[in-house]
């Protein structure tokens, strides 16, 4: 094979999202991943004997099959001879997954390759204590009854809590929604901004859905096992919402000061997404028709003590000099909403030059980003965050928006857990 001149992005498909606990309570990430890479593999018209591997991103893995990229490919009936790897990068997973994947092509090592990601917060592993896991180990080692019971002497009733894993920094010991709100407080973003920004999310995705806009990224769910529940659409998009109605919300993290609720938060969700990627050279060989381009990427990290969240602000200048472009070559903006807070921090952070200055080493800002301007079709406030699919949704996104707005340039950028942040240049044609 030779190295291809770009890699281009064929098509991308999601399930509809849903709030944990709802349409999908009953499905793992691993049912939510089958979905969506059979859908993409039917709708593409790809010959699945062309795919050469599959990188999927996952936050939460199951304990029984971890590595849900190749269970993937057993599971929807891909030629067993593809390999497959999951990766783990927080909320950056599938977009993580889907530049693995880019890297394998523009090397010549492939020129198919399937990725994405899938969550399933109603399926997460629940673990016991610690003490009761090793009385557990100990009394399996036993041969005596006796022995096997003396293993629990030890045991307390509260050992016997389940241990469910939390959103929270190991590092920081603050949850998610606790380091939003240290943003929000640091950066001065008042309650009313987040709401109004959460707002916009809401009426826009209401707008896409209704306006046909996900037609093309989203299919249709008949829920298995039974088959009976048919899903079309997501469900956390509220399209009735008011500021009013956000602006009565308590708050979660910080229920004496806080601002953070849960209207202008990202919700827990279920969901999968995936593309297919190609090298330039063997779609228009086989006549595919791109609906976009990979340019650039670049992930940075930085101090989850200082804001944790703030991670796209260091990515997305290094993004942009790899694509040899500004801020304002970019038409088309799609930035991952873990918190309102956060985005109308990263917002603040990107056009600062003490912070350009200061944080990232460089004497002027990176741009003035208009918050009118970004995430057209809402985003993941509304649309919901499953956090191993949403990279995969935002791509799809931004391609079909450049499609349909004749926009050139369009930009990911996401957020993660660890102070990381991801940032990618698109390209239609
Ligand atoms: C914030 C969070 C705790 C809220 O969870 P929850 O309490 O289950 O949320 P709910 O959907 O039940 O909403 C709570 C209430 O707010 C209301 N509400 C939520 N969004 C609303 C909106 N846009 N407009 C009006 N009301 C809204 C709900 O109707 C509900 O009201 P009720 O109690 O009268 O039924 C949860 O979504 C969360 O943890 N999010 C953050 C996830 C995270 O950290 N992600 C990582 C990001 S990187």
Same mark, same amino acid.
Not at 83 to 111: E, F, H, L, W
Not at 177 to 187: I, L
């Given at each position: 094979?030779?190295?291809?001149?770009?890699?281009?992005?064929?098509?991308?498909? %999601?399930?509809?999202?849903?709030?944990? !606990?709802?349409?999908?309570?009953?499905?793992?990430?691993?049912?939510?991943?089958?979905?969506?890479?059979?859908?993409?593999?039917?709708?593409?018209?790809?010959?699945?004997?062309?795919?050469?591997?599959?990188?999927?991103?996952?936050?939460?893995?199951?304990?029984?099959?971890?590595?849900?990229? %190749?269970?993937?490919?057993?599971?929807?009936?891909?030629?067993?001879?593809?390999?497959?790897?999951?990766?783990?990068?927080?909320?950056?997973?599938?977009?993580?997954?889907?530049?693995?994947?880019?890297?394998?092509?523009?090397?010549?090592?492939?020129?198919?390759?399937?990725?994405?990601?899938?969550?399933?917060?109603?399926?997460?592993?629940?673990?016991?204590?610690?003490?009761?896991?090793?009385?557990?180990?100990?009394?399996?080692?036993?041969?005596?009854?006796?022995?096997?019971?003396?293993?629990?002497?030890?045991?307390?009733?509260?050992?016997?809590?389940?241990?469910?894993?939390?959103?929270?920094?190991?590092?920081?010991?603050?949850?998610?929604?606790?380091?939003?709100?240290?943003?929000?407080?640091?950066?001065?973003?008042? %309650?009313?901004?987040?709401?109004?920004?959460?707002?916009?999310?809401?009426?826009?995705?209401?707008?896409?859905?209704?306006?046909?806009?996900?037609?093309?990224?989203?299919?249709?769910?008949?829920?298995?096992?039974?088959?009976?529940?048919?899903?079309?659409?997501?469900?956390?998009?509220? !399209?009735?919402?008011?500021?009013?109605?956000?602006?009565?919300?308590?708050?979660?993290?910080?229920?004496?000061?806080?601002?953070?609720?849960?209207?202008?938060?990202?919700?827990?969700?279920?969901?999968?997404?995936?593309?297919?990627?190609?090298?330039?050279?063997?779609?228009?060989?086989?006549?595919?028709?791109?609906?976009?381009?990979?340019?650039?990427?670049?992930?940075?990290?930085?101090?989850?003590?200082?804001?944790?969240?703030?991670?796209?602000?260091?990515?997305?200048?290094?993004?942009?000099?790899?694509?040899?472009?500004?801020?304002?070559?970019?038409?088309?903006?799609?930035?991952?909403?873990?918190?309102?807070?956060?985005?109308?921090?990263?917002?603040?952070?990107?056009?600062?030059?003490?912070?350009?200055?200061?944080?990232?080493?460089?004497?002027?800002?990176?741009?003035?980003?208009?918050?009118?301007?970004?995430?057209?079709?809402?985003?993941?406030?509304?649309?919901?965050?499953?956090?191993?699919?949403?990279?995969?949704?935002?791509?799809?996104?931004?391609?079909?928006?450049?499609?349909?707005?004749?926009?050139?340039?369009?930009?990911?950028?996401?957020?993660?857990?660890?102070?990381?942040?991801?940032?990618?240049?698109?390209?239609?044609?």
């Amino acid at each position: 094979m030779t190295q291809p001149s770009r890699v281009a992005i064929i098509r991308g498909l %999601r399930t509809p999202f849903a709030k944990s !606990g709802t349409h999908y309570a009953h499905l793992s990430a691993l049912d939510l991943g089958k979905l969506a890479v059979a859908e993409l593999v039917e709708r593409a018209g790809i010959d699945p004997a062309e795919v050469q591997e599959l990188v999927f991103g996952n936050v939460i893995p199951s304990v029984k099959a971890p590595n849900i990229a %190749r269970e993937i490919i057993l599971g929807t009936g891909l030629p067993r001879k593809i390999p497959g790897y999951t990766v783990g990068k927080a909320c950056a997973s599938a977009n993580q997954a889907i530049t693995a994947a880019a890297d394998m092509i523009y090397r010549g090592y492939a020129d198919t390759v399937i990725a994405g990601g899938s969550e399933s917060l109603s399926d997460i592993p629940i673990l016991f204590s610690k003490n009761f896991s090793e009385a557990l180990v100990t009394a399996s080692k036993q041969k005596s009854v006796g022995g096997k019971l003396g293993a629990f002497r030890r045991i307390r009733p509260k050992d016997l809590a389940p241990d469910a894993p939390a959103i929270a920094e190991s590092t920081t010991g603050l949850t998610m929604g606790e380091s939003a709100e240290k943003m929000a407080k640091e950066n001065g973003i008042s %309650r009313e901004a987040q709401d109004r920004f959460a707002l916009q999310s809401h009426t826009r995705a209401a707008k896409a859905t209704a306006d046909g806009r996900f037609k093309d990224e989203e299919m249709t769910v008949v829920v298995p096992p039974k088959f009976e529940q048919i899903v079309e659409t997501d469900n956390l998009i509220r !399209g009735d919402t008011t500021l009013d109605a956000l602006s009565k919300l308590r708050p979660v993290f910080d229920r004496k000061y806080g601002t953070i609720t849960a209207g202008n938060s990202s919700p827990l969700t279920d969901g999968a997404a995936a593309v297919l990627l190609m090298s330039e050279e063997k779609a228009k060989a086989s006549g595919f028709k791109p609906i976009g381009f990979l340019k650039s990427y670049a992930y940075a990290a930085t101090d989850p003590f200082d804001q944790l969240l703030q991670g796209p602000v260091f990515a997305l200048p290094v993004a942009l000099e790899r694509a040899g472009l500004t801020l304002k070559d970019i038409g088309v903006i799609e930035m991952h909403e873990a918190f309102a807070a956060q985005v109308l921090s990263n917002i603040q952070w990107m056009g600062s030059k003490k912070i350009a200055q200061e944080k990232l080493g460089r004497s002027e800002p990176i741009g003035d980003i208009d918050p009118e301007k970004i995430n057209r079709t809402g985003g993941s406030i509304a649309l919901g965050h499953p956090f191993g699919a949403t990279g995969a949704r935002i791509v799809t996104t931004v391609c079909n928006e450049l499609q349909l707005t004749g926009e050139q340039y369009g930009l990911v950028t996401v957020c993660a857990a660890g102070g990381m942040g991801a940032a990618m240049v698109l390209e239609r044609e």
